[in-house]
Every structure is written in structure tokens, then in C-alpha cells.
């Protein structure tokens, strides 16, 4: 089962010149590997000598024969992707070479392999195989350990054909504990909730590199954190689901999952979306501005995203309640909610005085609280005293 005629890893399949040159230094390996996997259709030769034709003669002769050969290059690439084939200047490209001068970082390089099992699935069980080999009768403990990561990480970001499916799972079962189990377990999680679209994440590098399981910090609007145990195939519906049934909420309409890295929000909703696959792209992004993937400042924020006429009335939930009024009030502070009457603030104010600190009103307590109450830039026009007579 485990041999292939194949050259390792096949990577003479790949489509296109490699654009590591044309790329910056710090680019994400999967931005350059989708580049270089992809072809642009106005770079085949088709296209080239087409657009040469129409410059020597424009004639309308020629400009039909120009759309004739761009819809046949243009048709011709859509068959090389399906099969995967490489044509012209792209066998001179050398990954080997690429990987020496550019990708030095231990997760850098896996995002190479692992990016073309993510990105080529006729490519996946080639890669298995290669591993498997790899753990096969190797005499040194630090290969098989290494060997064995490899696997972990594989497993848990795409699956083999249904046809080896069952010979991975044997050779699983046959490895050294806790390997075995644990490579199981990502295996089927990942049948289950289907292949990546990142390559694994430094955090989940770190975990299996210290053979520990992850947890996720989820920020709540009102203020505390809780810290959720997964896995990479873990999705945002499955972090909401657990969350909700940890703090008791019951009402739980419109509640999704939110991932923040240098300023920008990104929404994973409640759906299938891999939430390690936000990280990694999080952890890109920061790899782009220079910044170390172990120091990507990314959050995830559970929050309300959809609020419904409703609200409270379907399910009488304290715990929603409390959640969406801090969201609110955080969000008029912030700016992300815009109150446009002085009413509707000062309102807003007298409520949450009301709720802190209840129906006897201290002026001294209220002109101390303004500042958490209305937002800065109204304060700062209209002055503490006058926002303290309309509270």
C-alpha cells in the first residue's frame, strides 16, 4: 500500500512559474503556493502570441482569430487546473531552491507540505504515503517524533481518499501511544467536519510540539473570558454551542463568534467556518506586517449579531439579557453605536447609573461615572455639568 511510483511529494505537478520573486519576502507560504498553483490565463504563450497578432494587424479578421485562440487558451487552462499538469517555463522553477533562500521557519515549511495537501487533493495521499514511509522502520526517535507531529498536523487539516481511508487508519493503530489515538481522533474529526482551508496555526504547532491540548480564550461582552478546550477541526457553531451551554444561555438568536487582530473584526458566525483557519490567516497577516506568528495579538469576542423585535420575549433569558445590555453600552462608549439625540444619552445614562448603583442618586458617584456613561467626544463638547443636569 505504501509504495508509489510517484517522485516525492509529485510536486513536478505544480501549474505555474513560481512568483516568490515577485512576491514579498514576508508573504504567507499559502498566498504564494495558491499564486503559483493558479495560472493566469494572460500569461500562457496562447495569449501572448494573440495579443502580438492584433498589434501587427488590426483587422477584424484578426481580432476574431484574437477571440478564438483567447477562448481556446482560456478553455485549454480550465482542463491543465482539473488535471494538474505543468507546461512551459514552470519545471524550471525549483522548489528545493525556494525553500532554501526564503523558508527557513519549521512552520513555514509545513505550511508548504500542508498547503499542497489543502490546496491539491489529488496530492493528499501522496503526502500520506511519503509520512508513513517516513515512520516506517526509522531507527531514530527524533525523525519519528517528528514524523509523528507531521502526521498529527496532516490529519488534522485534510483527510486521504475514501480508498486509503482505511490503510491510514490501520497504520495509525499500529503506531507508538499516544500517537496512535490521538492522529485517530484528528482523523475522524476531520472526516467529520471536513478539510481546512489554512495550513495549521502556530498555536496548534505549539500544542502538538508539547503534546498538550488547545484552549481558545473567547472574550464576552461583559468583560470576562472563558476558555474553551479544542481541537483544528474545531468549528465556530461548536465553540457557540459550547460556550452557550457553559455560561447557561438559553437564548441564544444571533449570537456569533468574532476573531479581532490590529484593528479589524473579522465574523465566523455560528456556522461550519474552521476557527483555526482564522487564526492562521490572523497569524499571516501579522507575518506580513513583521510581526512573529507567536505574537499575533488575535481575539475571539463572542457577541450578539443579529438582534431581533423580539428579543427577551421568546425566551426569558437573564444571561442574554445581560450580555446584549453590556454590548450596548460598551458599543454607544466606543463609538459603534450612534445615539444622535442628547436625550436618548442622557437616558441611556440615567439607566445604567440605575443599574450600578440603584434609585438614590449621589452626584458626587454620578459626576465620577460620566465618563464610562457618555461617550468622549460628547463629553468633551458639552462639559461634566451640563451632562450631569440632563442625566
Not at 215 to 235: F, H, P, Q, R
Not at 332 to 355: N, P, S
Request: aromatic share 8%; proline share 5%; hydrophobic share 35%.
Amino acid at each position: 500500500v505504501w509504495a508509489s511510483g510517484k517522485s516525492p511529494m509529485n510536486l513536478r505537478m505544480v501549474t505555474h512559474r513560481a512568483m516568490a520573486a515577485k512576491v514579498n519576502a514576508n508573504a504567507p507560504v499559502m498566498a504564494i503556493l495558491t499564486a503559483t498553483l493558479s495560472r493566469n490565463v494572460t500569461n500562457a504563450s496562447d495569449y501572448s502570441q494573440a495579443i502580438k497578432l492584433l498589434k501587427k494587424e488590426n483587422t477584424m479578421k484578426d481580432k476574431n482569430k484574437l477571440l478564438d485562440l483567447s477562448l481556446a487558451s482560456k478553455n485549454k487552462l480550465k482542463k491543465e487546473l482539473s488535471r494538474g499538469k505543468l507546461e512551459g517555463n514552470a519545471l524550471k522553477s525549483s522548489y528545493s531552491q525556494w525553500l532554501e533562500n526564503t523558508r527557513s521557519n519549521i512552520l513555514q515549511k509545513l505550511h508548504f507540505i500542508i498547503g499542497h495537501g489543502i490546496l491539491r487533493p489529488e496530492l493528499r495521499d501522496e503526502i500520506y504515503c511519503q509520512v508513513c514511509k517516513q515512520l516506517s522502520g526509522n531507527p531514530s526517535t527524533v525523525s519519528q517524533a517528528r514524523g509523528w507531529a507531521l502526521m498529527a498536523l496532516c490529519v488534522g487539516c485534510f483527510a486521504p481518499s475514501p480508498r486509503l481511508v482505511p490503510y491510514l487508519r490501520s497504520f495509525l493503530d499500529q503506531g507508538p501511544s499516544p500517537y496512535n489515538q490521538f492522529c485517530r481522533t484528528r482523523l475522524q474529526r476531520t472526516l467529520q467536519n471536513g478539510t481546512r482551508t489554512q495550513p495549521p496555526s502556530w498555536h496548534e504547532l505549539n500544542a502538538i510540539r508539547n503534546q498538550q491540548s488547545m484552549t481558545l480564550a473567547v472574550n464576552l461582552c461583559d468583560g470576562s473570558t472563558k476558555y474553551m478546550e479544542a481541537d483544528s477541526a474545531i468549528t465556530a457553531q461548536e465553540i457557540c454551542s459550547q460556550l452557550s451551554d457553559h455560561i447557561g444561555l438559553q437564548d441564544r438568536f444571533g449570537f456569533s463568534l468574532f476573531i479581532t487582530v490590529f484593528g479589524e473584526t473579522i465574523r465566523l458566525e455560528a456556522g461550519s467556518q474552521h476557527v483555526m483557519d482564522a487564526i492562521c490567516r490572523c497569524e499571516q497577516d501579522a507575518a506580513e506586517r513583521g510581526v512573529a506568528e507567536r505574537d499575533t495579538p488575535w481575539q475571539l469576542v463572542f457577541r450578539k449579531e443579529m438582534f431581533a423585535p423580539w428579543q427577551g420575549l421568546s425566551v426569558p433569558d437573564p444571561v442574554a439579557s445581560n450580555l446584549i445590555y453590556r454590548q450596548v453600552v460598551r458599543g454607544v462608549k466606543a463609538g459603534e453605536y450612534r445615539l444622535t439625540q442628547e436625550a436618548e444619552i442622557a437616558m441611556m445614562a440615567a439607566q445604567q447609573y440605575y443599574v450600578d448603583h440603584g434609585i438614590n442618586l449621589v452626584p458626587a458617584s454620578l459626576r465620577s461615572d460620566l465618563p464610562e456613561y457618555i461617550p468622549a467626544r460628547q463629553l468633551k463638547q458639552s462639559g461634566s455639568t451640563y451632562w450631569e443636569s440632563l442625566v
